[in-house]
């Protein structure tokens, strides 16, 4: 399983940004994808996940309602959109994949991509 993060950048607060997930390596249709993000000095934190049928969608309170995490199935990628974005979501931001059915917030994925960094400016 290979998972490939992208679309990190530098943008004001208040602005937007949307990450991609490219997944490879197997069908993904019992999977939960995940997003996750490291600050420097802290802990690995839960950002949202999903189920790959998109059933299902989970977000950590600080996100909630600024991000939007989705699926496209016929490109095997995951998205994250951010918007309204705050100096306090700069971070690192990490994909990851799990096999389960059921969504999960702790770091218990089964595989990860590389992060792709996210610096909101004040």
């Known amino acids: 399983v290979q998972l490939q993060a992208s679309g990190g950048g530098l943008v004001q607060a208040g602005g937007s940004l949307r990450l991609s997930c490219a997944a490879s390596?197997?069908?993904?249709?019992?999977?939960?994808m995940g997003w996750f993000r490291q600050a420097p000095g802290k802990e690995r934190e839960f950002v949202a996940c999903?189920?790959?049928?998109?059933?299902?969608?989970y977000y950590a309170d600080s996100v909630k309602g600024r991000f939007t995490i989705s699926r496209d199935n016929a490109e095997n990628t995951v998205y994250l959109r951010m918007n309204s974005l705050k100096p306090d979501d700069t971070a690192v931001y990490y994909c990851?994949?799990?096999?389960?059915?059921?969504?999960?917030?702790?770091?218990?994925?089964?595989?990860w991509g590389q992060g792709t960094q996210v610096t909101v400016s004040s």
């Open positions: 390596g197997r069908a993904f249709g019992s999977y939960v």
């Open positions: 990851a994949a799990k096999y389960t059915t059921a969504v999960i917030s702790t770091t218990q994925y089964d595989y």
């Open positions: 999903m189920t790959w049928s998109g059933g299902t969608k």
